[in-house]
């Protein structure tokens, strides 16, 4: 009688014997192939939850898939560990930022372990611990001194209460998120990345990325965006500096009849000087959020400045505005209005009764300004625009570039959205700049044998009056390297995006203590085989990682110029919310079984499906999960609910299957053990009979999940695949008659053996016991990975039984397009039948189609 599933005692002993035989360690082989998985490294927020289990889950798959191969697997994890949250959590808790992290780091890891994932733990980095940062500051340096890391003044979000600055995140419709107050945009000198420098191969490498998704290549060209125009020079028509606009749509040129600033653009606060409509409205446009400001359902508002600019082809006076909808980050912060020709322009011009002028219409219909419903912005042939008149679009655009280029009012050019990337933080966690700065010598960068500049541990957070070092006296005064005169320290510390843009290199060697990256080893495991993370880092993370990368190559320190050759992006974990007419959201556990509010007695509605938050009180948790159904059963639901790339839906009853299908297999396996442990000689194919069918299907289960794997790894189809197996194995009989008890042993063991091997990626603890089961000493992933034997899949066959006046006399295999006729024909002449036919008269023949052949006789 087959034992138990006894899943916390499996997971634990093996999670044990794993840790004991440092079972995911590697070093580098050159003569094994090398494959390096890699999932996006977690922020130590204090649990996993499902997000991470799946992701997880995924690259284990695949880390132990391609192990079993023959592959060399480098399959690393370390913690994303500077960052916002723990300065947030210091002053809510009264704990050290490094107190609250590194505490989730130790309670997160074991969750880890208990999950059973391949990591080859000897490699775990934590960035914000200094044997980490200090190759940030090193690499920091690295780029200063090739001019790739500069000082500029920048806009801020600032809260005059606070007297700091504030991250994105913390500024909520327009307001601090701590008190409420006001905050404005402010300009201070900021520290950036030149990552302009590699526009153009950031974009051109795009197109060599056959490994990544669609979706993320376009929305790394979007976030790029190159724009293909002019350059063009309005004047003043006071007589100073002219303002340069860039436009893709010079054809249009005739038809700009105002112009508009961003309100951050420095020529908006001066030629509004002394009107204070002008002064509030820039002061108020600062404040807001510059998403939502420029979203396309916004209103457009703005406000005249009183000023006038020249049209330099019309040399008409037209009025500079400031408005909303335009951006200093795009472009140069200033645009020429064609409000026939662009819809954002079209709107506010109506709503503030400025002149429309039509300069491109359709070929075949003319159109008139004042009958415009609606911006015309297709192509068409440039009308009311002088010597162009009559010009398609297209010649129109390349004519107009000539005539600037001529007069020396313009030139063409190209534009991209892409702007360096800020880098400096007003915050306590994060990796110090290692800058210095004297008043004799200027800026002076921090001598590397001086590195890493520490964090001090002695600092006070309070989220008010700026960077939490600017008041460590012992961090900020300093002597200069130079002259040895008193200095003061840069007290900014860089984005955490700094963190993720090269801990991929770091982890082909992060015990290196004399360099950043370990040449030889990186030269061994780069780049990246396999990339796993969600859509949202799609722009930022991947597109700095990818920068970076290009900057240590240009080091000399890397030989490649992409980090990953392929990227999974996984949907997202989805549940059902539930409502109280009375509390609004409530958790799972927050509702009686009858269906009803804990609080209020109100039935509960189910609401729409989303993605898990605690906000939306929707979410699982994975350590219940755990202890109610264990790791295997987790990963088993995560990675059979949905392809990997779709958004998982949750389903406790999918759940309860998965835990249901692995309860069987243990059943079936264990309780078939001892008769497989014992010894069974190969069987050709063509000499099976009654294992034929399960022979089979073994195979083709094995090319199967092997395609499934290997084809944008559909984790989903190849578990149903598994499950087919496990029914057809449930369905045959491993005793029977004697003189087929050789071949049963034998079909049932290869089979079983095919189940368990192919199971082991995805449910690995009960894998390996039942491997042991059958008494095997090694563990199941020092198997290879089994190949199918084309020859028997090729084989569509069926098993026809065939009776003798309703008794068992032979089982035949016969093509699976065999109709009725065939199978009565090959019954009738079958030679263990014609031996029970003798003296008899065949009355009739029952024949059920692709399964039984029934003769009925009569004696002569």
Not at 558 to 584: A, D, I, W
Request: aromatic content about 12%.
């Amino acid at each position: 009688m087959a034992k138990p599933y006894n899943f916390k005692t499996i997971e634990t002993k093996w999670q044990r014997i794993w840790e004991e035989r440092d079972a995911f360690r590697v070093t580098e082989d050159p003569g094994q192939p090398k494959y390096y998985c890699l999932e996006m490294y977690p922020y130590p927020s204090g649990k996993i939850h499902m997000g991470h289990l799946r992701n997880y889950s995924i690259g284990d798959v695949v880390a132990r898939y391609f192990r079993m191969r023959g592959y060399n697997v480098l399959h690393p994890m370390g913690w994303d560990s500077f960052g916002l949250p723990a300065e947030n959590a210091a002053i809510e808790h009264g704990l050290h930022p490094a107190t609250w992290t590194y505490d989730n780091i130790a309670y997160m890891r074991e969750q880890l372990k208990r999950m059973g994932f391949s990591y080859d733990w000897g490699r775990e980095i934590t960035c914000s611990e200094p044997d980490y940062y200090r190759w940030n500051q090193w690499l920091f340096l690295k780029m200063y001194e090739k001019g790739l890391a500069y000082k500029k003044p920048a806009f801020v979000n600032w809260c005059e209460e606070c007297q700091t600055v504030l991250a994105n995140e913390q500024v909520e419709g327009g307001r601090c998120w701590r008190d409420e107050s006001e905050v404005i945009q402010k300009e201070l000198e900021q520290w950036f990345f030149k990552i302009t420098a590699y526009t153009e191969e950031l974009l051109e490498g795009v197109d060599q990325l056959p490994g990544w998704p669609d979706r993320v290549k376009t929305m790394q060209r979007n976030w790029i965006g190159k724009s293909v125009g002019a350059e063009v020079n309005f004047p003043l028509v006071n007589g100073e500096s002219p303002i340069t606009i860039f436009t893709t749509r010079q054809d249009t040129l005739f038809g700009a009849t105002f112009m508009v600033l961003a309100p951050e653009h420095p020529l908006a606060l001066q030629l509004g000087e002394g009107k204070a409509d002008v002064q509030a409205f820039i002061k108020r446009m600062r404040a807001e959020d510059r998403v939502v400001r420029t979203a396309a359902d916004t209103e457009k508002e703005g406000v005249f400045t009183g000023a006038y600019a020249i049209n330099p082809l019309t040399e008409e006076k037209i009025p500079i505005w400031v408005a909303n909808f335009v951006l200093l980050e795009y472009g140069t912060g200033a645009i020429m209005a064609v409000p026939a020709h662009d819809q954002r322009d079209f709107e506010f011009a109506k709503k503030y009764h400025l002149p429309l002028r039509v300069v491109i219409q359709p070929e075949e219909e003319g159109l008139a300004a004042e009958a415009l419903a609606k911006a015309y912005e297709d192509e068409g042939v440039m009308v009311n625009s002088g010597p162009f008149n009559s010009l398609p679009s297209p010649e129109g655009r390349e004519a107009v570039v000539r005539f600037l280029e001529e007069r020396g009012i313009g030139k063409g050019a190209v534009n991209y959205r892409l702007r360096d990337w800020g880098i400096s933080r007003q915050r306590y966690w994060g990796t110090p700049i290692p800058i210095i700065y004297c008043d004799q010598c200027g800026t002076v960068p921090v001598p590397y044998d001086d590195l890493p500049v520490l964090l001090p541990k002695d600092v006070e957070i309070s989220m008010k009056g700026g960077s939490p070092l600017a008041k460590v006296e012992s961090f900020v005064n300093v002597w200069c390297p130079t002259c040895r005169g008193p200095a003061r320290r840069e007290t900014d510390t860089m984005d955490t995006f700094v963190d993720s843009s090269w801990y991929f290199l770091r982890f082909c060697n992060p015990h290196a203590r004399d360099r950043a990256v370990d040449e030889p080893k990186v030269a061994y495991w780069m780049p990246v085989d396999q990339y796993i993370g969600g859509i949202e880092h799609a722009v930022l993370h991947l597109l700095y990682a990818r920068f970076f990368t290009k900057v240590v190559r240009d080091l000399g320190l890397v030989p490649h110029s992409e980090p990953f050759v392929n990227l999974l992006t996984q949907g997202m974990v989805c549940k059902e919310t539930y409502r109280c007419p009375t509390h609004g959201l409530r958790f799972p556990q927050e509702i009686d079984p009858q269906g009803r509010c804990t609080e209020c007695a109100h039935p509960v509605e189910i609401g729409r499906t989303e993605k898990m938050s605690k906000s939306r009180k929707n979410v699982v948790d994975p350590d219940d999960l755990l202890k109610r159904y264990g790791a295997d059963t987790a990963r088993l639901f995560s990675l059979f609910a949905a392809p990997p790339e779709k958004d998982l839906e949750w389903s406790d009853k999918g759940v309860e299957g998965a835990f249901r299908f692995l309860n069987r297999v243990y059943r079936l396996v264990d309780s078939w053990a001892d008769e497989l442990s014992r010894p069974a000689a190969p069987i050709s194919f063509n000499d099976l009979t009654v294992g034929r069918a399960v022979h089979q299907k073994a195979h083709l289960t094995i090319k199967k999940v092997t395609e499934d794997l290997d084809r944008d790894f559909h984790f989903n189809t190849a578990i149903a695949a598994l499950m087919e197996l496990v029914n057809v194995l449930g369905q045959f009989e491993l005793r029977g008659d004697p003189a087929e008890e050789a071949e049963r042993r034998y079909v049932a063991r290869f089979a079983v053996e095919t189940l368990l091997v192919l199971l082991a990626p995805f449910a690995p603890h009960v894998a390996e016991e039942l491997w042991e089961r059958l008494g095997h000493g090694s563990s199941i992933f020092e198997e290879s990975w089994p190949v199918y034997d084309a020859t028997v899949i090729e084989r569509e066959e069926i098993l026809v039984v065939v009776q003798v006046d309703g008794k068992l006399r032979s089982r035949i295999f016969l093509p699976a397009h065999a109709g009725e006729d065939e199978l009565r024909t090959a019954a009738l002449e079958d030679s263990r039948v014609q031996t029970w036919l003798q003296d008899k008269q065949v009355k009739r023949v029952v024949v059920v189609p692709k399964k039984l052949v029934n003769i009925v006789t009569a004696r002569l």
